[in-house]
Every structure is written in C-alpha cells, then in structure tokens.
C-alpha cells in the first residue's frame, strides 16, 4: 500500500509560480510511474504531467507543457511538479497519483478520461487569481 501527501499549493497571482511537493512512503518508489492530475469545481479530473521510474521521461498535457515541470527524486521518495506562468484556469485541486503498471513509458493511458490510477493522494488546492 502506499501513501501520497501533496503540499504546496495555495494562493498565487496569474503569472506567478508554484511548487508542489508529493511524499510518497510504503511501497518501492522506483516500481512507480507518477503523475499529477487536477480537478477543477464543476469538471472531470484531468491529467497535467507523467514521469518514468528513472525520471528520464516525461510527459505533459497540452494545456501545462512549457509552463510546469514535473521531477522527481527517488531517494527521497518524492515528485515534484513545478509550476510557472500561471493562469486562472489553472485553479483546481492537484492530485498526485503512483501506478506501477504502466508499462515502459506508455504515458498515454494516463490521460484517457477513464483512466484509475493505483494510488492518489488527498489533494492539495491551488488558486490563481487575476
């Protein structure tokens, strides 16, 4: 089983930076793909940015690609999702999610509508205002 606990999130201006922190603890981090989701008020969860075991991949959604960053360090069992430039649509509640049957780098099947990860965390809210 393992844990997720998101941090970071808050109030920030359009344009203005943010970064999330997601601890993660009871299982082997390195079998884990990770990835950040968000769900606005009144909409579907959607997927924001994936990243291999090794950190070597990435992927992102259309909508945050050039604008956020996603790490993550495995000694330390924690992912990172750094956020720049950002927008008001960008307000939601952010979710860490572990999967570890993902194969390779097929990062894709993270972004269908469908999709489940194996493990999310809490959520950590993050709010731009204009």
């Known amino acids: 089983q393992v844990q997720l606990v998101e941090s970071g999130g808050g109030l920030v201006q359009a344009g203005g930076s943010l970064r999330l922190s997601c601890a993660a603890s009871?299982?082997?981090?390195?079998?884990?793909?990770m990835g950040w989701f968000r769900q606005a008020p009144g909409k579907a969860r959607e997927f924001v940015a994936a990243?291999?075991?090794?950190?070597?991949?990435?992927y992102y959604a259309d909508s945050v690609k050039d604008r956020f960053t996603i790490s993550r360090d495995n000694a330390k069992t924690m992912v990172y999702l750094q956020m720049n430039s950002l927008k008001p649509e960008d307000t939601a509640v952010y979710y860490c999610?572990?999967?570890?049957?993902?194969?390779?780098?097929?990062?894709?099947?993270?972004?269908?509508?469908?999709?489940?990860?194996?493990?999310w965390g809490q959520g950590t809210q993050v709010t731009v205002s204009s």
């Open positions: 990243i291999s075991r090794s950190g070597s991949s990435t």
């Open positions: 999610a572990a999967d570890s049957r993902i194969y390779g780098t097929t990062f894709q099947s993270m972004a269908v509508p469908s999709y489940e990860s194996q493990y």
């Open positions: 009871g299982g082997t981090f390195s079998r884990y793909i």
